[in-house]
C-alpha cells in the first residue's frame, strides 16, 4: 500500500511544482517532464528486454544446480546465520541457496548475475508464501539486505573512475582506493536495515550466529583490503575484476559438472529453467515502466533541484562543511534510479575532479547505497504481491543510515 502513496506523490508532487514553475515563466516545463515519461517508458521495455537473455541464462543455470543437487549444499552452508533471520524459511529450501547466490553476486557487484538470481530467489520464496498477494516475512528480509547490498567490489565504479583519471590527465591514480570506504559503507547499510526489519518481526539479533556472521564479514574485509593494498592501482583493478569472474565461471562449471555427474539431463534442463526466465522477463515490464515513469516526473520537475538546495541552505545556515552537498543527489536519485545516479555520479568527478574530496564522495556514495524503489517494484511485481507491508520503510531507513554512514566514512578517509 505505501509503494502505491508514493507512486501517486511522484506525479502529484511533481505536477504542482511544474505548475508554480510554469506560473514563473518556465514555459518549457511541461514539454520536458512529458518527454521524459515516454522516455522513461521505452527506457522500461528496453531493460526489461535486455534483462530476457541473462534472465533466461541464469534461471537455466540454477535449475541445473537444483537438479543437481547443488543449491541445496548452498543452504546447508548458509543455514546456521539464515535460519535466524529466516525462521520461516525450511531448512532444505532451495530458496536458502538462491538467496545467498543473489547476495554473492551483489558483493562482487556483478549486477546483471544478482537480478535474476534475485527474482529466482522471490519465486522461490513465493512458493512457500501462505498469502500470495501479501509480502512475507522471509521476502521482506530478502529484499531490504538485497536493497541495502554488501558490495565487496564496487567494480564498475572503479572502471569508471579509472577512465575518467585518464580522461582528466591523472598519472599514477589509484582509482581502487574508495574500496574499504565503500565496503564499510555497505556494511552500516546492510547492518541498519537487518536491525530495521528485525525489530518490525520481532527477530532477536544477540545470537551467537548472526555476531559470529557480523565479526566473521568485519575479518574479512580487513583482510582482503589488506591483501589488495599490496598491488598497484591498475593491478588492484584487474584483480578485483579477476576474482568476480572466477567465482562467477566456477559456480557455472560446478552446477553442470555436478549435474553431469549426478547423470541428469543438464541440456534439458537448463532450456525448462531459461523458459521461466522469458516468463518472468515478461511479468516485470508493467511494474518496472509504472515505477520510472513516476520518477521521471518527479525528477524533471525539478524536486530533486528543491530538496538538494534546502538541504545546503540548511547545512550553511549553522556552518557546517558543506563540501558533500554536491553529492547529495547522487544518494537521492539511487533509491530510484541507478542509472540517473550513476550520470549524476560522473557530473560530480567532471565538475570537480575525479581526485577531488567531492569525486571520491561521489564513488562512495553510488558503490554503497541501492536502487530502493526498483528493487522493491520489480522483484515484488515479478510474483504478483500487492501488499508490501513495511518493505518500502525499512529499506528507506537502510538507504538513509547507508548514505550518512558513507558521508561520514568518506570524510573520515578522504575528509
Keep these: 500500500m505505501i509503494l502505491n502513496y508514493i507512486w501517486i506523490a511522484f506525479f502529484l508532487v511533481g505536477f504542482v511544482v511544474a505548475f508554480i514553475k510554469m506560473l514563473f515563466g518556465d514555459t518549457e516545463i511541461f514539454s520536458t517532464i512529458l518527454t521524459q515519461m515516454f522516455d522513461s517508458a521505452k527506457l522500461g521495455f528496453e531493460i526489461a528486454l535486455g534483462l530476457t537473455g541473462i534472465m ?47 547476495f554473492s553476486a551483489n558483493m562482487l557487484g556483478l549486477d546483471n548475475a544478482a537480478t535474476p538470481l534475485g527474482l529466482k530467489a522471490m519465486q522461490d520464496l513465493q512458493s512457500i508464501n501462505k498469502d500470495k498477494a501479501v509480502a512475507s516475512n522471509a521476502m521482506i528480509m530478502f529484499l531490504v539486505l538485497n536493497t541495502a ?51 518490525f518481526q520481532k527477530i532477536k539479533i544477540l545470537q551467537p550466529a548472526i555476531l559470529l556472521f557480523l565479526l566473521g564479514f568485519s575479518g574479512l574485509m580487513a583482510a582482503l583490503f589488506f591483501w589488495l593494498k599490496q598491488f598497484p592501482a591498475d593491478e588492484m583493478s584487474t584483480m578485483i575484476s579477476l576474482i568476480g569472474s572466477v567465482i562467477i565461471i566456477s559456480i557455472i562449471i560446478l552446477f553442470i559438472f555436478i549435474g ?17 526466465g522469458f516468463k518472468t522477463s515478461v511479468t516485470i515490464i508493467p511494474y518496472l515502466i ?18 538538494v538546495d534546502g538541504i545546503a541552505y540548511a547545512v550553511n545556515a549553522i556552518g557546517l562543511d558543506d563540501r558533500f552537498v554536491p553529492t547529495l543527489p547522487i544518494g537521492l536519485m539511487k533509491t530510484v534510479s541507478g542509472s540517473g545516479a550513476r550520470g549524476l555520479m560522473v ?32 522483484y515484488f511485481g515479478s510474483v504478483n504481491i500487492k501488499e508490501t507491508r513495511y518493505a518500502v520503510t525499512c529499506g528507506l531507513i537502510a538507504d538513509f543510515v547507508g548514505l550518512i554512514g558513507a558521508i561520514l566514512v568518506g570524510y573520515l578517509f578522504f575528509g
Design 149 to 199: 547490498g554488501i558490495t565487496l567490489i564496487p567494480t564498475s565504479v572503479i572502471a569508471i573512475r579509472q577512465t575518467m583519471a585518464i580522461e582528466q590527465g591523472l598519472v599514477g591514480f589509484n582509482a581502487a582506493d574508495i574500496f574499504l570506504p565503500t565496503l564499510i559503507g555497505t556494511f552500516i547499510s546492510f547492518v541498519s536495515g537487518m536491525l530495521a526489519v528485525a525489530w
Design 56 to 102: 533466461a541464462f541464469w534461471l537455466g543455470m540454477m535449475r541445473v544446480g537444483e537438479k543437481g543437487g547443488v543449491i541445496k549444499v548452498f543452504a546447508k552452508l548458509v543455514n546456521p546465520f539464515f535460519s535466524k533471520l529466516f525462521p520461516d524459511i525450511p531448512k532444505d529450501n532451495d530458496a536458502n541457496g538462491s538467496i545467498i547466490m543473489n
Design 347 to 378: 557530473d560530480v568527478m567532471q565538475t570537480y575532479g575525479v581526485d577531488s574530496f567531492q569525486g571520491k564522495l561521489a564513488s562512495i556514495i553510488q558503490g554503497s547505497t541501492e536502487t530502493t524503489f526498483y528493487v522493491l517494484a520489480v
Design 290 to 307: 509504472a515505477i520510472l515513469v513516476a520518477i521521471a516526473v518527479f525528477r524533471a520537475s525539478g524536486c530533486l533541484d528543491f530538496i
Design 260 to 276: 553431469f555427474i549426478n547423470k541428469i539431463n543438464v541440456y534439458d534442463c537448463f532450456v525448462e529453467g531459461a523458459k521461466d
